[in-house]
């Protein structure tokens, strides 16, 4: 009979459910890892409920880096972020296939395998989102000073966009809100970014606006419509680079 | 626009002279208009971390962070330092003898808007050229100030991408290497005949001479590098030019014979086009009615690929013969067509360099074909999920020996069907339409007989 791993949809949540998965001894080929929230009850299969653990999924993260190869890592992380109510499954399937591998830090070249390959693609995915964000995000700064912008991306994009922004502003407070997920990234001057779930955000806080920030704001609208060429103008072309659903939170865009 | 102004002045202290009263605003408008036709606008070829205590850092594929009406990557804060200039190119709006409205920024000025700009992410950095205010030294001076300040004042981390200036002091340029991430020199003009003709106090000597100077200070900086590693770096990104094409008649040979011997001669980075858009009238410049050539600019680019990634020469892209490239094909494609006697080629045997040279298969599903390979016999179905774009590529290549379908190896047969394949948009670039084609066609390809005749 097939055994369902119900995860938490999360980094964490899907690493400790391939370690229970593992560490069950069903064999792979009856093992399913699934997302707590998208499963749907099949008759014929046994159901656990994994909790996830900070120290288990330490294990597998640890495990895939030292017999896998950062690179290997890095493309499981990123899926694990993903929107995708089978990604677990196919980080399950990349790591049994990544372990039985005699080199290290082939994995991803083993596209013929439909887990991997859905790896691949999700990665690819978030890492493009991630790649448009870093260039679209907009700060403005308050008037106590924190600079702050809103995103709603697809995938969850906070850890990997916050270092980034960690190491460029490293001297100032600044605060990214994802909307979609009521998550905060909040970094203080000096100190170490953190996730932060929905505390209840300040909406005066946020609307009020430090005295030059409307001033700059309209320098870089003027900036933003002289640059253009008309003779060149192309709208299709700038939807094709810059998708409307990226636009919402672009200053530029917005009036 | 008061309130702007004395806004700054408390807050920024700018030494403002007389002649300066202009308010921020509009100096903006008018130096980034005048900036606009610099088509170099990324922020690649540099990493560099954040050192924890200025203000940046550098991602060495470069970030856009939006796109203007006009479809392009707004990387880098885009501005002239002043549209004042000395010299009267005949393309130029900012030549002497136009009546434009001039600004001049000061060096604060720029320092407060690249910052203000960085710290809320609408840019990577600042791209600061100038028209020739007094002299080429007095001009050089003042952008060596600039990016002085940004760098030591503000602790500025991110990406600058400066102008060198023609005729300006060698140690000038050389000090000013050292706190950019970029240098260029824009070479204009494709040929110096072109020169003489449209910019009269500019020749190509003058021109090459800081070039080879940029050149000489990254190589002796790379060799100071590897004894220490702690010296400081010299034009990390490396140096790029731009030339404009369309002004004057050289053919598309002729500038990819010159991008050719930049790239290899002077070691640039990148060489960029910038499709002439008339912006002043003048008998020797010529009219564009089908506007500017902006699918003979993709072409070039698309060549210039070529050249950088593919190890195609410029001589087996183009000839005396065929001087132009292929309206209806992008260049690749057009040599492959030219040449089957290479092809079929098969997949599981070809070497990487030939592997490059088959139309829909990129430099990435190359890397990739090599890689998987050596695990499994690739199949047609392997390919595609690799990113093969096979509706192209089945007429070059074999897998295990077969091809995907029987079709025959010759130009007419595999032009037609790559032709009936395309949909309208791979034309070109986004939305080029089929009358723009043929506009551009009888205006600039006339003597292209092969791409008149596919047509039919
Ligand atoms: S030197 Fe020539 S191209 Fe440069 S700003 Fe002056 S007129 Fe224009």
Request: glycine share 6%; with cysteine; net charge positive.
């Amino acid at each position: 009979m097939e055994t369902v791993f119900l995860c938490e949809d999360s980094m964490e949540g899907i690493f400790t459910g391939v370690y229970d998965g593992w560490a069950s001894k069903k064999g792979h080929a009856n093992i399913k890892l699934e997302l707590k929230q998208c499963n749907t009850f099949r008759l014929f299969a046994e159901y656990i409920n994994v909790k996830t653990d900070a120290q288990k999924a330490r294990k597998v993260s640890d495990t895939v880096k030292n017999k896998m190869g950062e690179e290997a890592l890095i493309h499981i992380m990123r899926a694990a972020l993903a929107v995708d109510d089978e990604k677990a499954d196919a980080i399950y399937r990349t790591i049994v296939v990544g372990l039985a591998l005699k080199y290290k830090g082939k994995v991803m070249d083993c596209l013929s395998n439909p887990g991997v390959l859905k790896v691949f693609k999700l990665s690819r995915t978030v890492f493009y989102e991630a790649d448009h964000m870093k260039g679209f995000i907009r700060f403005k700064e308050l008037q106590n000073g924190v600079y702050f912008a809103k995103i709603a991306p697809k995938s969850h994009l906070l850890p990997i966009i916050s270092p980034h922004f960690a190491d460029r502003l490293p001297n100032e407070n600044w605060m990214i809100y994802d909307e979609n997920r009521g998550l905060f990234s909040i970094h203080a001057k000096q100190k170490e970014w953190v996730l932060v779930e929905d505390e209840q955000i300040n909406i005066d806080t946020i609307n009020k606006i430090s005295e030059n920030e409307e001033r700059i704001q309209e320098l870089w609208k003027c900036f933003f419509h002289t640059v253009s060429i008309k003779e060149r103008e192309n709208y299709n072309l700038q939807r094709k680079n810059l998708p409307i659903r990226f636009r919402e939170n672009v200053l530029e865009f917005n009036n | 626009m008061n309130l702007i102004e004395t806004k700054s002045q408390n807050i920024f202290n700018c030494q403002t002279e007389t002649k300066n009263k202009m308010p921020l605003m509009e100096k903006l408008a008018v130096l980034s208009d005048a900036a606009k036709y610099d088509v170099a606008c990324t922020s690649s070829g540099v990493e560099r971390k954040g050192d924890g205590k200025g203000i940046g850092n550098c991602v060495s594929s470069g970030i856009c962070h939006s796109f203007s009406a006009d479809g392009r990557c707004i990387s880098l804060l885009k501005i002239l330092f002043t549209n004042e200039c000395i010299y009267d190119c005949k393309y130029c709006l900012n030549r002497v003898s136009n009546d434009v409205k001039r600004a001049s920024f000061t060096p604060d000025e720029v320092c407060e808007l690249t910052m203000n700009f960085y710290k809320r992410n609408y840019i990577e950095g600042l791209f600061l050229s100038s028209g020739i205010l007094k002299s080429p030294d007095y001009t050089m001076e003042l952008i060596y100030e600039t990016i002085f300040k940004l760098r030591t004042v503000h602790h500025f981390q991110g990406y600058i991408h400066v102008k060198a200036i023609p005729g300006a002091e060698k140690t000038l340029v050389a000090k000013t290497g050292f706190l950019a991430d970029r240098m260029s020199v824009n070479l204009e003009l494709p040929t110096a005949e072109g020169l003489k003709q449209l910019a009269p106090n500019k020749n190509r000597k003058t021109i090459l001479k800081p070039m080879r100077l940029i050149q000489n200070g990254i190589t002796s900086n790379k060799d100071e590098l590897t004894v220490y590693k702690s010296a400081p770096r010299f034009v990390p990104a490396g140096q790029s030019t731009q030339m404009i094409i369309g002004a004057t008649p050289e053919n598309d040979f002729q500038i990819m014979t010159v991008a050719q011997s930049l790239y290899q001669n002077f070691d640039l980075k990148r060489v960029f086009y910038s499709a002439f858009v008339p912006v002043t009238e003048d008998k020797n410049l010529p009219s564009l009615p089908g506007g500017p050539p902006l699918l003979r600019e993709h072409r070039l680019y698309q060549a210039d690929w070529l050249l950088r990634f593919y190890k195609f020469k410029a001589e087996e892209l183009l000839s005396e013969e065929t001087p132009n490239f292929n309206v209806l094909f992008d260049p690749k494609c057009n040599w492959a067509l030219k040449n089957l006697d290479v092809f079929p080629v098969e997949i599981n045997k070809a070497s990487y360099d030939i592997l490059l040279r088959v139309p829909g298969i990129g430099y990435q599903s190359a890397r990739r074909i090599m890689k998987a390979r050596k695990f499994a016999k690739l199949n047609f179905e392997d390919l595609k999920k690799i990113g093969v774009v096979l509706k192209r590529a089945l007429y070059f290549i074999t897998c295990n020996g077969k091809m995907m379908y029987a079709t025959k190896i010759e130009e007419d047969y595999i032009t037609r069907n790559l032709l009936e394949a395309m949909d309208k948009k791979s034309y070109g670039i986004g939305d080029i339409t089929y009358k723009q084609i043929s506009l551009f066609d009888t205006q600039i390809q006339g003597g292209c007989s092969s791409g008149n005749s596919l047509f039919m």
